[in-house]
């Protein structure tokens, strides 16, 4: 019996086995990929478009007229101008915490590290009520430093003060967030280099770290200023509900929603909607510049 030579059978290669098991290992029938499709937009639907789209047909339920009316009178007016002084004021403060505080982390390592990343993680586990009445034990009249603000006249508890503290507090952990992650997966390779050419500190930040971050830290403000601006529990337990004075837009909303005033309030969350979706074409574009720019990085290497 004449030995067949292996040369004459026909191989099985491995690269041609491997894409098809792959294949078949991320594949899914056409029938779940249509059930989890059906399930994601009846879950979108339910719960986003249609709540969305209620707020608007209410706000304009009684027309235009008291649509204008509504966000133009006084409290309203009073309620935006806060909820952007409180988000103008935060936002920057947390900016500026983010960045350091990234460069921190990812650049040097020291003792206390880690506490400090828990420590930034703190109002992601802490309840927004739960920290405002921490202000109020701490600046209110009957608090630490309660009758030292007396004695020199100073207000924060039910004053602009603790709505902007109140606000820093549940909104700086998302700027740091978004760029220790970056920061620690870019290294410290390109600062030593600038560093031995004779580049200064701010010389590395400004020409070598702030361009490799720019839209980690643009995401994280958009991120941020949405939160500061839809915040509620930390807010209401230290602004005291004064309205005209220390109600911030959500806080406007709640009342005018307990007084019957439907439209009202139906008007002015659509101004918050309206800033829900401002944020979320922002952030959208954000994303695919970032994708753009990866496949730039990519084409490059």
Known sequence: MSAIPVSSVPARSSAGVAPRRIADATTEPTWVKWTLIGVAL?????????PLAVVFAE????????YLAAITEPDALSAIKLTLIA???S?????????AAAWCIAKFDFRGKNLLLTLIDLPFSVSPVISGLIYVLVFGLQGWFGGWLRDHDLKVIFAVPGIV????FVTFPFIARELIPLMQAQGTEQEEAARVLGANGWQIFRRVTLPNIKWALLYGV???NARAMGEFGAVSVVSGHVRGTTNTMPLHIEILYNEYQFAASFAVASLLA???????????IVEQR?????KVQERSE
């Open 87 to 89: 988000a103008g004021i």
């Open 290 to 294: 970032v994708k753009k720019d990866l």
């Open 222 to 224: 958009i991120l941020c």
């Open 42 to 50: 009846a879950f979108l639907t339910l719960f986003l478009f249609v």
């Open 59 to 66: 706000a304009f339920k009684k027309g235009v007229d008291v």
């Open 274 to 284: 309206s800033l829900a979706l401002v944020t979320l074409v922002l952030k959208y």
């Open 165 to 168: 503290m109140a606000t820093v």
């Open 91 to 99: 936002v920057p403060l947390n900016l500026a915490f983010g960045i």
